[in-house]
């Protein structure tokens, strides 16, 4: 798989952005789409997931440099910060509902996935 490329869905088409090889399972890479900030994670298992880069209560882009876990079934990365957990699937907070702000404390969620640069997804 050293040819694979990850590709986020964003708008309204897959964008390329880094060969799988280049992920180290178990961390993350912040990826700029448009004025989006994506943190892409490659789990130990080989799970690809993309959520949102700012963390909601500290408002600083580091949810790539988050810690990869699970909380029973549950994906999770704890940010960096003040520690909350959220769910890599829903991008939900499952410390605290909202944000300092009053906003709910999620993080966007984009869809990933693997394609062979020869043509056509490598696996969903």
């Known amino acids: 798989m050293t040819d694979v490329l990850v590709e986020v869905w964003h708008g309204a088409r897959w964008v390329p952005v880094l060969r799988y090889a280049d992920l180290v399972p178990g961390r993350g890479v912040a990826v700029l789409l448009g004025d989006d900030q994506v943190a892409l994670f490659r789990?130990?298992?080989?799970?690809?997931?993309?959520?949102?880069?700012r963390d909601p209560f500290s408002g600083a882009h580091v949810m790539s440099r988050g810690l990869l876990?699970?909380?029973?079934?549950t994906r999770i990365v704890s940010s960096p910060m003040y520690k909350q957990v959220f769910d890599l699937g829903t991008g939900t907070c499952l410390d605290e509902p909202t944000a300092p702000d009053g906003t709910?404390?999620?993080l966007p969620v984009w869809q990933v996935r693997t394609t062979d640069p020869e043509g056509g997804p490598a696996c969903p």
């Open 43 to 53: 789990g130990r298992d080989g799970h690809l997931h993309a959520v949102g880069n």
């Open 69 to 73: 876990g699970s909380r029973g079934a």
């Open 104 to 106: 709910p404390a999620r």
